[in-house]
């Protein structure tokens, strides 16, 4: 008789995109009628809901079960004979984690789960993950004073949930000019333009996240001296 999952979680595991990995079972059950120890366990994405560059199962190994995640097709390869006990323990532990943190596409993914005694293989039994993402919008200064107090010297726009590479940053003067633009938040504005301290005044910016949901905000920062 081959080794059964007999119980796995049904509803669908909610997965907030953050960063953070998360368990994909705490109740999963395992039964092998004829064996007291496994061999194996096979914890993988189906095909159509696994992308490469997204999506990672973690695992630390065990004293007497190892686990592989192969990331060609999506699949952590748990070895080493150990009890069932030991299994159920070791596939608690078991981690999902979506690697994309900045407007990741939100979608549904599979798991299945199959495992070993060294002579048959179960059945698969799956587990559903729901992607969401909450978007932290951006804290964008409405002046600053670059006047070497060390204090809001520059105009620096905190970027949500880690660096925004890819955003455009721009500056006008009331003419139109461009005086400052950045790609990315690195380089905060420093309230100069080619080397030369500008005047007191208001000024205007476009900050473009290039993002698919989140495009481009718009508005006006004061420098004071």
């Not at 943190?101 to 798991?111: F, G, N, S």
Request: charged share 20%.
């Amino acid at each position: 008789h081959a080794p059964v999952v007999t119980f796995v979680e049904t509803d669908t595991l909610a997965f907030e995109v953050d960063g953070e990995a998360k368990n994909i079972t705490a109740e999963i059950a395992i039964e092998d009628p004829d064996d007291e120890n496994l061999t194996g366990a096979d914890i993988a994405f189906t095909r159509l809901t696994y992308k490469r560059d997204d999506d990672v199962l973690l695992f630390e190994n065990t004293s007497r079960i190892s686990g592989t995640f192969d990331a060609a097709s999506g699949v952590l390869i748990l070895t080493g004979e150990a009890t069932v006990e030991e299994y159920i323990e070791a596939i608690r532990t078991v981690q999902y984690n979506h690697l994309q943190t900045v407007d990741p596409v939100v979608e549904p993914k599979t798991i299945t789960f199959s495992l070993t005694d060294g002579k048959t293989v179960g059945p698969l039994k799956e587990r559903h993950i729901m992607l969401t993402y909450s978007f932290t919008d951006l804290r964008i200064p409405t002046g600053f004073t670059p006047n070497g107090d060390q204090i809001n010297d520059t105009w620096y726009i905190a970027p949500p949930g880690g660096e925004l590479s890819n955003a455009v940053i721009k500056v006008f003067n009331h003419k139109g000019v461009t005086i400052y633009e950045s790609t990315g938040c690195e380089n905060p504005w420093n309230g100069t333009f080619n080397g030369e301290l500008l005047p007191s005044g208001t000024y205007f910016y476009t900050i473009d996240l290039k993002l698919t949901n989140q495009k481009t905000y718009k508005g006006t920062v004061t420098l004071l001296h």
